[in-house]
């Protein structure tokens, strides 16, 4: 498959409608004060309630087409970013959480919908960045939709994903670049792209290992800092968030309802139509 071939056949396609519709995701484009781009995707439909969608690492805005397309049933309209150093998105000088929540404030305010609370659903760093967003601007968040996103990582040396530091950024071709992954091609081969001569990981290695080292720590101050309703969805095959964790974190939170499902911490992508069910029903109650 050439570089044209692959752009035109996925939802990362240039050659998108002018207006978002039900099914047919827009990507468009803002510019930081810093000078970097952001990327994210409007699945629609124009008219729809607005939710915010945050990816995990090594994720991107396009994790969400089937639950943008499940809500969307509904009337919800899936604005999903391409968070910082992931996607189509610009890489960023650092990965801390201001960095990524000033980034969220940054679009909402672009789309004009700063001014009114929204839903947002993430999933493990996305999940992470919206409960600060939520305890930071309880305003701007009514409802919180966490897809195995821990309150508390340990600390360890080296950071989880430090694995990535193995791998090359880029390749001259894509099949050169999914061999240089190995075992780990079946995670990344979604997110590889065009790039310059060759093609490219979703996101740089080194940018993940700085990110997923920033994120190591307590985050229990920020889970417990906002009082809207909350879904935290949650695999039990996870190695991310241990289940008991995950029984705490609900107990500890007013408003917080658990489910668990099945399957390990991608839930919303190994189990689609059961996360969908979970998460319609959450926000059919709380909205």
Not at 41 to 65: K, N, T
Not at 254 to 260: F, H, K, R, S, Y
Request: one cysteine or more; aromatic letters at 6%.
């Amino acid at each position: 498959m050439t570089a044209a071939e692959h752009r035109t056949s996925s939802v990362r396609a240039v050659d998108m409608p002018t207006g978002p519709a039900p099914g047919h995701p827009v990507r468009s484009f803002l510019t930081t004060p810093d000078e970097r781009r952001l990327s994210y995707l409007d699945f629609g439909p124009a008219e729809g309630r607005p939710l915010l969608g945050l990816h995990g690492h090594l994720g991107e805005a396009a994790d969400f087409v089937e639950l943008a397309r499940a809500l969307g049933a509904d009337g919800w309209r899936v604005i999903a970013l391409d968070q910082r150093g992931h996607g189509d998105s610009d890489r960023a000088e650092q990965y801390d959480r201001d960095g990524y929540v000033n980034d969220l404030l940054l679009l909402l305010s672009r789309l004009g919908l700063d001014h009114r609370s929204l839903p947002v659903v993430g999933h493990s760093l996305g999940a992470i960045n919206g409960y600060h967003l939520a305890a930071a601007r309880p305003d701007t968040v009514s409802a919180l939709i966490n897809i195995d996103g821990p309150a508390c990582l340990p600390v360890v040396e080296p950071a989880p994903l430090s694995f990535l530091l193995d791998l090359p950024y880029s390749a001259p071709t894509r099949e050169e670049l999914l061999v240089a992954c190995g075992s780990l091609a079946p995670l990344l081969e979604n997110g590889l792209r065009p790039h310059h001569d060759g093609w490219r990981l979703g996101s740089h290695p080194a940018d993940m290992v700085d990110s997923d080292t920033r994120l190591l720590g307590d985050h229990w101050r920020q889970w417990l800092g906002s009082h809207c309703p909350a879904l935290l969805l949650h695999g039990t095959a996870s190695t991310v968030l241990p289940t008991a964790q995950a029984r705490e974190m609900s107990n500890r939170r007013p408003g917080t309802t658990l489910v668990e499902l099945h399957a390990d911490h991608w839930v919303h992508l190994r189990r689609p139509k059961e996360s969908a069910v979970a998460i319609r029903r959450f926000l059919d109650a709380c909205t």
